[in-house]
């Protein structure tokens, strides 16, 4: 057993998805997560902020006693992961080959969609990952960078003409080369699954890179015999931008009310 907390961060709410997740799967678990609302989006940023950025977030995180990170951020796992594992001395795990390779299984054509932040689609991380697994796999990437910011003002619902519009401009086309997969490789898009599968139809599959890198997380855990095992987990927050409006956003992620506190971080200082 391993008691140390799990350390989780992205560069605003949307890794919130894989916390979710990682709560289903590890109840037990207590999950520091940090979001840096503060920068977000990453995605529009160039590869040395992006690395800059990430190197802070983790250096906040390592206050805490922690036995693995998970980057819940595609961006920055497109970026820096291998940089950031080399660096700490613990796991730092990321969402894009979980996410890549659940792809390259659920893929019935070949065909595969994927969509991301401009930093991720520019990386080709995911496109190298899906080939390792499906060599043959055709990959249609478009990057979607009003995604982000618009989900962390909360217009994900369908029926919102501003996200179906910006959605069909998106997704157009994918749905016109006919994947029949399509990996949400940012954590914050699986809020807008609703109006993403309303759009490409029943008959396409939605990988979720956050929910993946969750899943696969949870497995290393788990084979390296590093679960908890105590009654139940907490979660603790922490943000680089004003705390106001925090519960009500992250209750959208989560899927639950939000009855924790939220501390307000200057990250600039890490």
Not at 49 to 69: G, N
Not at 86 to 99: F, K, M, T
Not at 253 to 265: C, G
Request: charged content about 25%; overall charge negative.
């Amino acid at each position: 057993m391993d008691q140390r907390s799990i350390g989780v961060f992205d560069s605003g709410l949307g890794g919130l998805t894989a916390v979710r997740e990682l709560c289903r799967l590890l109840p037990e678990e207590d999950i520091v997560y940090f979001g840096d609302t503060g920068r977000v989006p990453y995605g529009s940023r160039s590869r040395e902020t992006i690395i800059k950025y990430a190197r802070q977030d983790v250096a906040f995180l390592r206050q805490f006693d922690l036995k693995a990170i998970v980057i819940a951020c595609g961006t920055v796992s497109t970026t820096a992961l291998d940089l950031l594992a080399a660096e700490n001395p613990i796991p730092v795990l990321g969402v894009v080959e979980p996410a890549a390779r659940a792809a390259a299984e659920a893929t019935r054509s070949g065909r595969i969609g994927l969509i991301g932040t401009q930093a991720s689609i520019r990386s080709g991380a995911y496109e190298r990952h899906i080939a390792a697994c499906r060599p043959r796999a055709q990959v249609i990437a478009q990057p979607c960078p009003l995604f982000v910011p618009l989900v962390e003002n909360g217009r994900i619902r369908p029926g919102d003409v501003v996200i179906e519009t910006v959605a069909a401009e998106y997704l157009s086309p994918l749905k016109r080369a006919g994947v029949d997969t399509l990996v949400l490789g940012c954590t914050h898009y699986p809020l807008l699954e609703p109006v993403i599968a309303n759009y490409m139809g029943p008959e396409v599959r939605l990988v979720s890179a956050g929910a993946e890198g969750a899943r696969a997380a949870a497995l290393r855990l788990e084979e390296g015999d590093a679960l908890a095992g105590r009654a139940a987990g907490r979660c603790h927050f922490f943000v680089s931008d004003r705390v106001d409006d925090f519960s009500r956003l992250a209750s959208l992620f989560l899927q639950r009310d939000v009855t924790e506190d939220v501390e307000q971080v200057d990250i600039s200082r890490y």
